[in-house]
């Protein structure tokens, strides 16, 4: 299928093709694991349409974005583009102001140094004959 075609169908049928493509794909590809599948270039091309009503889905999905923010008042907008952007840095220094710096710290204990185990070694092979 070509996608000047797809572009005239309605939201409703593109959702329905794209779910007939995926079934016909996977049973293409059960199909093919069986060596029952006779032309096995249709699996891509089946796998290309299906890529293909995906991406007018999300492209019509996109033009409905559009027009909603197209109505939207111009003052949102400004709002939305004059609004400032946190940055990362401000939240960790919170979070140092935060941890009182007189806190008193307990000294480390030192733990004992454990000994070294001792190595195990083999005995030697008999050698019997």
Same mark, same amino acid.
């Given at each position: ?6 572009? +005239?169908? @309605? !939201? ?9 493509? !995926? *079934? ?7 199909? *093919?694991? #069986? ?12 796998? %290309?349409? !299906? ?7 999300? +492209? ?11 109505? =939207?008042? =111009?003052?949102?907008? =400004? ?5 400032? %952007? ?6 960790? =220094?919170?979070?140092?102001?935060? !941890? @009182?710096?007189? #806190? ?26």
């Amino acid at each position: 299928m070509k996608a000047k075609d797809m572009r +005239e169908k @309605p !939201v409703e049928d593109l959702r329905e093709l794209e779910k007939s493509l !995926v *079934n016909d794909h996977f049973h293409a590809k059960l199909k *093919n694991f #069986t060596n029952r599948l006779d032309d096995t270039s249709s699996m891509r091309k089946l796998r %290309k349409d !299906v890529a293909r009503v995906k991406t007018l889905l999300a +492209e019509a999905a996109r033009g409905k974005a559009k027009a909603a923010s197209a109505g =939207a008042p =111009a003052a949102e907008k =400004a709002q939305k583009k004059a609004a400032p %952007k946190p940055s990362a840095s401000k939240p960790a =220094a919170k979070a140092k102001a935060a !941890v @009182p710096a007189a #806190t008193p710290s307990k000294p480390a204990e030192s733990k004992p140094a454990k000994a070294p185990a001792a190595k195990k070694t083999k005995a030697p092979k008999s050698e019997t004959k």
